[in-house]
């Protein structure tokens, strides 16, 4: 599906000179659906490894003793999603492959005319991944494309994230939170337990960091071409350290 000027195109839409002069309507890939679960045994797991191009979503369960990948949602059939689950001593790796979907295609038809093909694209799919509620020692997130969410329910002492274009929001427990995101805005808001470290950066977006139960706060704001707050409420026991920086977004740290 591809939106212009508020009209929905489905398949292959033909522009010539800023003007739609041709569509498919009835469109050249079909819609399908995917509604698959993988679970692997959590004992002794301390890092999880999620790598995916698609919507993800992670939260924690108290009854849990394993950990399941649920992958649902739309796609067109030019690609099937696959997911993986293994184990690897101590990690579990978990990732969708999506075989000739990138999202949305743009191809140069000639030196005045775009053809838009919506074939392939993985913005209808996500990845719900569910943990038990214990300490992991990392989770390490990876989405090129798409959204990253880590829920008020996961705990790890060290969560990294790495979107490309996609928003990252984080509400978990940790010590030490890296986040890199190019073109999206981060949001994390969490209730410190321990002393913890930031490294948070942003290329084009907007970044808001609130973090609880802090008493002192050596973190580093900065924005080279926005506006910055840094203005934490140190009413709280732990220690706050590291940095939170973005290029061309707003920065909050409160």
């Known amino acids: 599906m591809v939106i212009i000027n508020g009209k929905v195109f489905n398949g292959n839409v033909t522009i010539v000179n800023g003007r739609v002069i041709g569509d498919d309507p009835i469109g050249t890939c079909a819609d399908k659906t ?61 990732a969708v492959e999506v ?9 140069i038809y000639s030196s005045n005319s775009v053809i838009i093909s919506s074939c392939g694209t993985t913005s209808g799919l996500n990845l719900d991944v569910l943990l038990p509620a214990e300490m992991f020692e ?72 609130s973090v609880e139960n802090i008493g002192t706060s050596q973190v580093y704001v900065e924005s080279k071409n926005g506006s910055c707050k840094n203005s934490p409420r140190l009413r709280g026991r732990y220690t706050a350290c590291g940095s939170i920086t973005s290029k061309n977004g707003n920065v909050k740290f409160k």
């Open 34 to 94: 995917v509604d698959e679960r993988k679970v692997e045994n959590s004992d002794g797991i301390r890092k999880i490894t999620i790598r995916s191009n698609v919507h993800v979503k992670v939260s924690a369960e108290n009854i849990r003793k394993n950990v399941e990948a649920h992958l649902h949602g739309s796609y067109f059939e030019d690609g099937k999603p696959n997911l993986l689950i293994t184990r690897r001593g101590d990690e579990i790796f978990i």
């Open 138 to 209: 990392e989770i390490s997130i990876e989405s090129k494309n798409n959204n990253i969410d880590v829920t008020n329910s996961v705990r790890a002492r060290n969560i990294r994230v790495d979107c490309k274009n996609g928003n990252v929001d984080v509400s978990a427990t940790f010590q030490q939170l890296g986040i890199d995101c190019k073109n999206g805005n981060i949001d994390v808001n969490t209730v410190a337990q321990s002393d913890i470290q930031l490294c948070v950066v942003s290329k084009n977006g907007n970044v808001d960091v």
């Open 99 to 107: 075989d000739g979907m990138n999202g949305n295609n743009f191809s």
